[in-house]
């Protein structure tokens, strides 16, 4: 039996400061991959942040806030070299919109000589998105090698395409996400994302695209309309919820992250899927990444209740 965690999330928190309707900030906590842990603690997992953060007060705000939240945090690392990185999200008519503080930040100094080789090969999984290898090359070199011990180990490996032509280009991101997605088992991408990194346009065939790749599970993310989930023998169109939303920050990561939660505890990826929709719709009815995040309970009330 594995003694480590269900899901081992490796990338870059970040602080957040989003605006509000009537223009101020609020604070509060972001970044793909810490968010996914915070959403699958939330539905109940066994969940470890793999990071390291600044040796400041945004840091140790990271750290009370995973504590509060139940995630393990013995593979967190505060460095005195280096901050813990920040971004604010805009509104506009088009969706949100991110702008980074984050270069030469803590988590983005990260080396695979920083790698903690017993909790690799004691978790179940393993998640990582573009965002974890987009920060700086010696992070998308960690990302590789913590997947390569994960998988020598007999665990699995998720991996998000989280595309942010903010931090690389689309050619260098496209070459490393198809490398990492080659190397994982469940495949997250994201409609848009897909979209540029194969130039594909339909679901069908995107799916196909990671199937190609090795992945044993693709989750497509469809937004509002929910997710295209296949496996190779198998494949499923299960249909988003509707509700107000009013920031759609931390959504694709509610869903990795109750996906993720979904599988840790034995559902097939079609049941784990129709969970993680309805917990991504949830979260999407309040400002900020993770505050909104739904709690399994509110989860299973939403799923009970008709459209
Ligand atoms: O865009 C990023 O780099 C982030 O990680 C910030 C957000 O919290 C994240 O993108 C939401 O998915």
Redesign the pocket.
């Known amino acids: 039996m594995r003694m480590g965690v269900d899901i081992l999330c490796l990338?870059?928190p970040?602080m957040?400061f989003n605006q509000q309707p009537d223009g101020s900030y609020r604070a509060g906590h972001?970044?793909?991959?810490?968010?996914c842990a915070v959403a699958a603690a939330r539905q109940g997992a066994r969940v470890g942040m793999l990071t390291h953060l600044g040796k400041d007060s945004f840091g140790d705000s990271f750290l009370r806030l995973w504590e509060a939240e139940g995630v393990d945090t013995s593979t967190v690392r505060q460095v005195a070299e280096a901050h813990t990185?920040i971004?604010f999200?805009t509104h506009g008519p088009a969706g949100h919109e991110?702008s980074?503080l984050?270069a030469g930040s803590a988590a983005s100094r990260m080396g695979p000589a920083d790698l903690p080789q017993d909790a690799l090969t004691a978790t179940k999984i393993l998640h990582v998105?573009g965002?974890s290898q987009?920060?700086s090359t010696s992070a998308a070199d960690a990302v590789f090698a913590a997947m390569a011990a994960v998988k020598a180990a007999g665990g699995m490996v998720s991996y998000d395409s989280?595309l942010?032509l903010?931090?690389w280009p689309l050619t260098r991101a496209r070459a490393v996400i198809h490398a990492g997605m080659a190397e994982c088992d469940i495949a997250l991408p994201g409609m848009d994302d897909a979209e540029q990194l194969t130039g594909l346009s339909d679901p069908d065939a995107i799916a196909d695209f990671y199937l190609g790749l090795g992945a044993k599970i693709v989750a497509l993310t469809l937004g509002a309309q929910g997710s295209l989930v296949a496996t190779p023998e198998r494949r499923e169109r299960v249909a988003g919820r509707k509700v107000k939303a009013v920031d759609a920050?931390?959504?694709?990561?509610t869903y990795d992250g109750a996906f993720l939660a979904r599988i840790a505890a034995g559902d097939d990826p079609f049941a784990a899927a129709r969970y993680a929709n309805a917990a991504a719709a949830l979260a999407t009815q309040n400002y900020g990444?993770i505050e909104p995040m739904p709690r399994r309970e509110a989860v299973e009330v939403f799923l009970a209740s008709a459209d």
Do not use: C, H, P, Q
């Open positions: 990338g870059e970040m957040e972001g970044g793909d991959t810490a968010n990185g971004y999200v991110f980074y984050r998105s965002i987009a920060i989280n942010r903010k931090l920050t931390g959504a694709g990561d990444a």
